[in-house]
T-cell receptor, first 115, second 111 residues
Framework: GAGVSQSPSNKVTEKGKDVELRCDPI?????LYWYRQRLGQGLEFLIY????????KSGLPSDRFSAERTGESVSTLTIQRTQQEDSAVYLC?????????????FGPGTRLTVT | GNSVTQMEGPVTLSEEAFLTINCTYT??????LFWYVQYPGEGLQLLLK?????DKGSNKGFEATYRKETTSFHLEKGSVQVSDSAVYFC??????????FGQGTRLTINP
């Protein structure tokens, strides 16, 4: 079946511009996560959506970052006024449920380069 | 807070060599532990997991044992293949389902 998809796969933007990254989770997965991987570093948690509950935004690095999710489907991560330190691979993952552990299935990521 | 520290790479081995990638963690309580793998050009995939002390996770010839006394979850494989070349991430999860990752170890296997 279809896995987690993300678009675009690559994005180059100028410093100060806004960008929007999209994630399509696996159908039926109620939990959705965004992570960031900067060069040479591990993955950092950004935000977590579980069903209709309020999202856990504790990993967002600044108020320039925001994310939305419509029901249990698509999510968009928006970065406003991009900075060079925002350059990273942004990974989305989904899982069947948020209570107890269920495997998180990752998308291929969006590589963001801020020039 | 919770954290994961894993062996720095890159690691380069010859085919059929023995592999160990060290991973230690810091956490309160009893997290679940994971190894994820990222093959070239592919997304991150779960390789194996262990959810309580002394559990051994295994998959594709890889093994890791949850050692509470040493807070470790080292990844091992007895005989690596070229196809094992990838980046390996150790991770833990506790409470609210947020994975905490180590920095990743790039493994290259030469024929």
């Amino acid at each position: 079946g279809a896995g987690v998809s993300q678009s675009p796969s690559n994005k180059v933007t100028e410093k100060g511009k806004d960008v929007e990254l999209r994630c399509d989770p696996i159908s039926g997965h109620t939990a959705l996560y965004w992570y960031r991987q900067r060069l040479g570093q591990g993955l950092e948690f950004l935000i977590y959506f579980q069903g209709n509950s309020a999202p856990d935004k504790s990993g967002l690095p600044s108020d320039r970052f925001s994310a939305e999710r419509t029901g249990e489907s698509v999510s968009t991560l928006t970065i406003q006024r991009t900075q060079q330190e925002d350059s990273a691979v942004y990974l989305c993952a989904s899982s069947p449920a948020g209570v107890g552990y269920y495997e998180q299935y990752f998308g291929p990521g969006t590589r963001l380069t801020v020039t | 807070g919770n954290s994961v520290t894993q062996m720095e790479g890159p690691v380069t081995l010859s085919e059929e060599a023995f592999l160990t990638i060290n991973c230690t963690y810091t956490a309160t309580g009893y997290p679940s532990l994971f190894w994820y793998v990222q093959y070239p050009g592919e997304g991150l995939q779960l390789l194996l997991k262990a959810t309580k002390a002394d559990d051994k996770g295994s998959n594709k010839g890889f093994e890791a044992t949850y050692r509470k006394e040493t807070t470790s979850f080292h990844l091992e494989k007895g005989s690596v293949q070229v196809s094992d070349s990838a980046v390996y991430f150790c991770a833990l999860i506790q409470g609210a389902q947020k994975l905490v990752f180590g920095q990743g170890t790039r493994l290259t296997i030469n024929p």
